[in-house]
């Protein structure tokens, strides 16, 4: 559903639900420089209709070519553009939408107020069709845990066994490239291999398990990238994190090309009752738990002071308790939603 916002000051306009900062004379709309929309780079719908909102009336010229939408070449794709109401235009796409995993610019010019002062410069905006692929979540969740151990499998063996340090780099370089570019590999992974890794404490530069469950989110979907973040939980091993994966397209074969961690901050992964009851369901159903069977109910809402080494601060940090049954006796767990770090209930 497309949503627009309309500010009701006179100091600028409302353009796709984002305000841009833009000078305003007394008579209509004076735009300082080209300006690039700071959200450009969405992925969105192949069949997606962008609206515009100014802040006052404006007029456009259905003759004009002001309002246009440019392919990656730089052609002009046949979108319809229509005034829909004194404030407003909408850019419809093309009847037969627009082409999935292609990257476009939409370019705003010649809109002139009622009072017949046009913008001196063009607005332009990004933007990415997404690839089918896109949706399917189990494509993305294959590819990483797929690529973080492998990546890991090679890393180790490249290890010297005996005296516990690692070896030659350019050993383990070339099964390394059926796996992540050349760039991630010289910028991230060898120096990883040479000075961070300890091969004796289990250590790795990847999270172990992922709660995609819990935090998933696909953040560009092309052709040629993809680029997606899921959670590492916390956990008596991790403080857990945001971890963001970028991968290319390489001969058609996704490579890793990024990889970055993030602290959780504010309010965290802000996990409600419902999901956390379903996680802690799943978990407990797991065959490495060896129950039979498994039933999760949620007992209430608590909260109590945790301390955060890397703040060097204490938190009232809220969490729930669930009771769990099994065929093996029953237990109670507190599940904190800022982390997802599952704590025990003393009997």
């Known amino acids: 559903m ?31 420089e080209e300006k690039e929309w700071a959200g450009s780079g969405k ?22 070519s002001g309002i246009t939408v440019e392919d990656q070449s730089g052609t002009k794709v046949d979108v319809t553009v229509k005034q829909a109401g004194e404030e407003k235009i909408e850019v419809l796409p093309p009847a037969k939408g627009y082409t999935a995993g292609e990257s476009y610019v939409l370019r705003i010019a010649d809109v002139a107020s009622s009072q017949k002062v046009k913008m001196t410069d063009d607005i332009t905006m990004s933007f990415t069709i997404e690839e089918p692929s896109s949706k399917d979540k189990q494509a993305y969740i294959d590819l990483v845990e797929s690529t973080n151990s492998t990546i890991r499998n090679i890393l180790v063996s490249g290890w ?26 010289q910028d991230t992974l060898k120096p990883y291999f040479e000075v961070e890794m300890c091969y ?9 398990s992922i709660a995609h469950e819990l935090h998933f989110e696909v953040i560009k979907a092309t052709n040629d990238e993809r680029i997606f973040q899921t959670a590492e939980l916390s956990n008596h091993l991790s403080e857990g994190m945001l971890v963001t994966y970028t991968f290319k397209n390489e001969d058609g074969e996704w490579l890793l090309d990024d990889y970055k961690e993030e602290r959780f901050s504010g309010g965290g992964l802000d996990i409600s009752v419902e999901a956390a009851h379903d996680y802690m369901k799943d978990l407990y159903r797991d065959p490495s738990y060896g129950y039979e069977n498994v039933a999760v109910t949620y007992v209430e809402k608590g909260a109590e002071e945790q301390y955060d080494w890397y703040t060097n601060r204490s938190y009232n940090r809220a969490y729930y308790v669930f009771q769990v049954k099994t065929d093996r006796g029953e237990f109670q767990r507190k599940f904190f939603p800022f982390d997802g770090f599952i704590g025990y209930i003393e009997d």
Do not use: H
Request: charged share 25%; net charge negative; hydrophobic share 40%.
């Open 2 to 32: 497309d949503r627009s916002v309309r500010n009701k000051s006179l100091k600028g306009f409302t353009f796709m639900s984002v305000l841009f900062f833009l000078l305003l004379g007394s008579a209509g709309i004076i735009a300082a």
């Open 43 to 64: 992925v969105v719908p192949e069949d997606k209709k962008w609206t515009i909102t100014f802040n006052t009336s404006v007029v456009y010229d259905q003759d004009s």
């Open 160 to 185: 010297d066994q005996e005296t516990l340090s690692p070896g030659d780099f350019s050993d383990i370089e070339g099964e390394l490239r059926e796996v992540a570019t050349k760039r991630f590999i």
């Open 200 to 208: 004796p404490c289990d250590s790795s530069m990847f999270p172990y």
